[in-house]
């Protein structure tokens, strides 16, 4: 092409106004800076657990049984929120508790939307019959009361972390396939699918070169919904004794020990659950956060 | 024509979902080598369904009952998938007519041009690059690089039809379908799109088939134009001599209706009942599954 710098009588001035980055979008939300920030607080608080931990958080010893938290009458130094009925630190078996919630949170999750999406992406784009049997697998799916089929299944699987993970995918992949199919939906019938296949690129290329990055923003914050989710779920099955074997901190087996002993002191009960509330409106502030930030039409 | 690089043969075409109405009765054009052919037409005359038979993307609704289309010998309604596939991008490209929803909008400038150089035309990242930049250059985008890295959102209609030129003509097709390319954009703008359309094709004597409803905008850039109503061709022939002198009422009409500014407004006047009467009469007697010929 000899013309390159070959040039016309009109002249293009036209471009309109720069909006900020997706970057700085989400750098401006105080949703995503809080709950991001309070999550990413967490995960190094659980990677560091050993040498945050202020004490041994398995070491028992009962003359110093229900120590109440600092700045109470009975309050033993070293104890910030004082102590169990079996004289563990609450702190450190709350910091302890935050690494198996975070792991379900990220692995059973992510696994969800893994197999969740992929299935929606397949029935969205193909339509028809993958459609009509995927669609019906997800109706059949959902009429199962989740709680009930998540205790069946463990129960069925036996205790422990990879039955919970197991579990929470099995049941909530059907959250991110029923989304990610309309969605997959909606987009192929936009024009630049159309003008894709104008340029004669394979349906693999379009789905995943064109597509996909259309749902990925509503696929992210979903994910980080599914996170909080999964962390409750975790707690529940810990709570009924189905999750990690009991000499695992867990704030769900936390809660059930605390309950027990709730008169005597609230605060080993009342510690795991701000734990847990605090970090499921984490997530759920950070999932919405980020649907609002990434949304490409809402992007303008 | 021996110079005829796509010959549109006897195409019809039903609506399924409408009690098989046909939207195509026979239609027959020719684009010629290094020629801007216009198709005109009023809304639902039946040009983008030329348009979508050429480029394979026939919606559901629609069944072609007949004819062939002819393309560097080949049939292009008869070739498989992968066969067409092959042939779109590489010879034969669309300049879709709404930029504002023909662009990802969640991909790059960037990916979406170098995607077509890289996959149709077998060039390295780097070079797709180089390529895409100069392209941009060559349809008069002031800040290529600039542009390159934005998301279309970020431009206005007039660039992203730009880019979309720049991607057509890029990719080296003979063919190039522009699919009422201006309809989108404000008069202004439109002005500048048809000579840039006009100076690209002279420049690489791509041909064009101009799908429109502008009469303004094909008398300014086609060598020669097909007439088309309810699906027939009503008259072709060589842009001046068919818009000086109008043989069949249909164009009349349509040039009549055509508003004009040196002129008080006489309304649009509006198609000769005698010729819409005529139209029906040879729908209703059309019979899809013989496909026996109506008279031209």
């Known amino acids: 092409m000899e013309h390159w710098s070959a040039t016309l009588a009109t002249s293009t001035t036209d471009t309109g106004p720069q909006p900020p980055s997706v970057a700085a979008r989400l750098a401006g939300d105080p949703k995503v800076v809080c709950g991001g920030g309070f999550i990413l607080f967490l995960i190094i608080i659980a990677i560091a657990a050993p040498l945050v931990a202020p004490q041994d958080p398995l070491a028992q010893n009962l003359l110093m049984a229900t120590v109440p938290p600092a700045g109470f009458a009975e309050a033993e130094p070293g104890y910030l929120l004082g102590t169990d009925g079996l004289g563990r630190d609450v702190l450190s078996r709350v910091i302890l508790g935050a690494r198996v919630s975070l792991t379900v949170a990220f692995v059973a999750a992510g696994l969800a939307c893994l197999i969740g999406s992929l299935l929606g992406l397949l029935a969205g784009f193909l339509g028809d019959r993958a459609d009509a049997v995927i669609s019906r697998l997800v109706d059949i799916w959902m009429a199962f009361p989740p709680v009930l089929l998540s205790i069946l299944l463990v129960a069925v699987l036996g205790a422990g972390l990879h039955s919970v993970i197991i579990a929470i995918v099995v049941i909530d992949w059907t959250r991110f396939c029923r989304v990610v199919r309309i969605e997959t939906m909606a987009q192929s019938q936009m024009d630049y699918v159309a003008a894709a296949r104008t340029i004669g690129f394979s349906r693999p290329a379009i789905l995943f070169r064109e597509i996909l990055p259309n749902v990925v923003p509503v696929l992210i914050a979903l994910l980080t919904l599914e996170m909080g989710i999964a962390v409750v779920v975790e707690a529940i099955l810990s709570f009924v004794g189905l999750s990690v074997s009991s000499d695992t901190p867990t704030w769900g087996g936390m809660i059930a020990e605390g309950r027990q002993i709730v008169h005597e002191g609230w605060w080993v009960l009342a510690a795991p659950l701000v734990a847990l509330f605090a970090t499921v409106v984490a997530f759920n502030q950070l999932g919405d956060g980020l649907a609002r930030s990434l949304d490409p039409v809402l992007r303008r | ?296």
Do not use: W
Not at chain 2, 200 to 211: A, K, Y
């Open chain 2, 1 to 296: 024509m021996s110079g005829s690089r796509l010959a549109v043969e006897a195409l019809s075409a039903i609506s399924l979902r409408d009690g098989n109405r046909p939207i195509l009765r026979r239609v027959s054009l020719a684009v010629d080598t290094g020629e801007v052919h216009g198709l005109v037409g009023e809304s639902g005359a039946g040009k983008s369904t030329i348009a979508r038979a050429i480029l394979g993307i026939i919606p559901s609704q629609v069944k072609i009952t007949g004819g062939r289309i002819g393309f560097e010998g080949r049939d292009l309604l008869t070739l498989s998938p992968k066969e067409l596939r092959a042939v779109l991008g590489r010879d034969i490209a669309l300049v879709p007519q709404d930029p504002s929803t023909a662009l990802n909008p969640a991909r790059r400038i960037d990916a979406l041009m170098t995607d077509g150089l890289r996959l149709k035309r077998g060039l390295s990242m780097k070079d797709a690059r180089l390529r895409a930049h100069a392209l941009l250059d060559e349809v008069q985008i002031r800040d290529p690089e600039r542009v390159l890295g934005s998301y279309p959102h970020q431009l206005s209609g007039g660039m992203r039809q730009r880019v979309l030129i720049a991607a057509a003509f890029g990719l080296e097709p003979k063919l190039v379908i522009a699919d009422e390319p201006t309809t989108a954009l404000d008069v202004t703008v439109q002005k500048q799109i048809l000579r840039l359309i006009r100076a690209l094709q002279e420049r690489h004597g791509t041909s064009v088939l101009f799908v429109s409803h502008d009469l303004g905008a094909v008398a300014k850039i086609c060598d020669r134009l097909t007439v088309l109503y309810m699906g027939k061709v009503m008259e072709q022939g060589a842009t001046a001599e068919v818009l000086a002198a109008p043989r069949h009422p249909y164009t009349r009409a349509l040039l009549a209706a055509n508003p004009r500014y040196d002129r008080p407004d006489t309304g649009l006047e509006p198609t000769p009942p005698e010729v819409i009467a005529a139209l029906r009469a040879e729908i209703a007697a059309f019979d899809v599954s013989s496909e026996a010929p109506p008279d031209g």
